[in-house]
Every structure is written in C-alpha cells, then in structure tokens.
C-alpha cells in the first residue's frame, strides 16, 4: 500500500513537468525548416509557451517575416519589443540577449540589440543595446544570435553588433515574442518566423566580425 502511495505521488509530482516539457518542446522552437505564425492577442506582451530550457545554450538562428501589425501608435514609454533570443541562466534579467524592435513617429521600425549583462539592464548599462537597421513589412530577414567568447554576437542580414555577457553559466532558455512591456497594443501581433540549425554556416559568419 505504502508502495502504490509513494508511485502514485511521484507520478502526480513529474506528469505537470513532463507535460510542459513536450507542449514546449513541441511549440517553442521547430528546427524542421517549415515557416509558423505566432500571434500575440491585443491588450497582451507574450503568449503560451513562452519560454522552453535547453542544455548548452549558445545561439538561435531565424528568419522572420514583419507585417502591418507591427505598426502602432507611438506610446509615451516607447520600450524594445523583442522578437527572438535566449537566456544565459535561470533569469533573464541576469543575462540575456535579444533582436528587438520598436515603431517610431507611428510609421518607422527600428530593428535592434538588447542584452542584459550581470543583472544590469540595457537601459542602465554601457554598450548594452544597440540600434542595427531598419525593416519592413512582408520582408523575409535573417538572425543568428550567438554566445562565444564571453560575448553576445549578433549578425542581422549584413549587419555585425556584439557586446560583453558577463559571466554566464552553460544552460539557458529560449525566449519567444514580446510586446512591450509598460504598454500593450490595442491589435492582434502576429510574426512568420523560421528557427533553424545550420551550424555549417558559423565559418562565413566570421567574415562579418571586426577586426580587433
């Protein structure tokens, strides 16, 4: 009897966990080169899953597709949405690194870096967000965001941005879309993104870093 108890306890305790395992690992990032829509509903910054922990950590790789939605009217706090990236550790307020963007004057859209470092956010710290470019709607673009050398590096198209990381442990998350922040839309978001693997390609990255 106290057999049976201790089994069916230990079943309840890991079922949740193995089921947010598979729902996360099933929805957050597909590597089968098949485009998906993800879709923030208005009056929202994220939607469910929004995070999915991997073992050794170090990149993200994508292409995205923007569209209209991601048009609004310039709040008063214009914060960075973020689009894709990862996490160095449990928090990602500890160390982190994100393409973000933002929409300014109601009509412009800022591509951007944004990387909290040692606990410090972007906003507080030296070299810690960058912008990179400018994009438009229903325009395929590439990212690849990589850990290395102690340095977040991030290569948007032909653009290169890297910044220091800190001291950050081996494992990490992926962190999904987010709107805002200190406002939310008053319109569905939604974004095509393609997450890939291509580690092949890391030799002709090199060629976009400078040299030092």
Sequence with gaps: MRLTIRILTVVIILLPLTELFFVSYATFVDLSNEWRTIRIKEGNH????SVEFIYHLDETEFY?????????NEPERNG???IRGFSKGMHH???SARLVYKC???TLLLIGSYCYVNGVHPNEGMGQQAILDTIRPNRVYHCLIRYEDEKFKFYFEDKYWECFAGENPSWGYMLNPFIGGVFTLDHDWSIDILDINRAEQAASLQSLEPNL
């Design 46 to 49: 994220s939607y469910y899953p």
């Design 64 to 72: 995205f597709r923007p569209n209209d939605s991601w048009y609004y």
């Design 80 to 82: 960075w949405n973020k």
């Design 93 to 95: 307020d500890n160390a």
């Design 104 to 106: 300014v004057d109601d």
